[in-house]
């Protein structure tokens, strides 16, 4: 009996993961690919990310490792999508319930912003969804509650679904429909990205 697995990594989720286990700790993603597939290979596996526009020389690399075959790379389909700049003049106080307006400490001229990571759900979502006939298995790297309804209806489908995660910030929701939870905090020596010495 075959067990085609589909696994799909949200790569902001995964790094704040990492940032959380340890400021220091970064993902080997060759190794964490040779982790999964030690019982039964990958069918295929996209890692989806926001990216600012232009984007660094140092993460195109990193996005030509990723879709590079073993043994230098991983293999793993990436899936980029414009990183959103949006103006904040005010935010929401819930203790006066209204928006009240928010300025820079240092001058109150500054503009202020923020970066939004935009299309990645709406990918991992769709990507579950139009390959369900082709996989057995979706192996989801996101602890992000907005994937709940692709979720039920991939198990409503018979699918079985895993959770390749850290143990901060994962919906519960998620966690109680897997059925499966490799939480990488256990194993995360092992696939921990070697430092690089500086010769």
């Not at 039964?40 to 140092?58: C, G, Q, V």
């Not at 990436?78 to 820079?104: A, D, G, H, M, W």
């Amino acid at each position: 009996m075959t067990n085609r697995r589909l696994w799909l990594i949200d790569a902001g989720y995964m790094y704040r993961g990492q940032s959380y286990f340890s400021r220091e700790y970064s993902i080997d993603y060759v190794k964490l690919r040779n982790k999964l597939e030690a019982e039964t290979p990958i069918w295929r596996a996209y890692y989806l990310n926001s990216i600012p526009h232009p984007t660094p020389e140092s993460q195109i690399a990193f996005y030509n490792w990723m879709r590079s075959a073993p043994p230098q790379g991983p293999k793993i389909i990436t899936k980029l999508y414009e990183l959103r700049t949006s103006e904040i003049n005010e935010l929401y106080c819930e203790q006066c319930r209204r928006k009240v307006p928010v300025t820079c400490p240092n001058d109150r001229a500054h503009r202020l912003s923020r970066e939004q990571q935009k299309g990645v759900d709406v990918g991992l979502a769709t990507l579950a969804l139009t390959h369900i006939e082709n996989y057995d298995t979706l192996i989801l790297s996101s602890g992000d509650s907005d994937l709940l309804d692709a979720v039920e209806y991939i198990t409503e489908k018979n699918k079985r679904f895993e959770l390749l995660v850290f143990k901060n910030g994962v919906s519960t929701d998620l966690q109680c429909r897997a059925d499966r939870i490799w939480w990488i905090d256990e194993f995360a020596h092992e696939v921990a990205r070697e430092a690089r010495v500086m010769s």
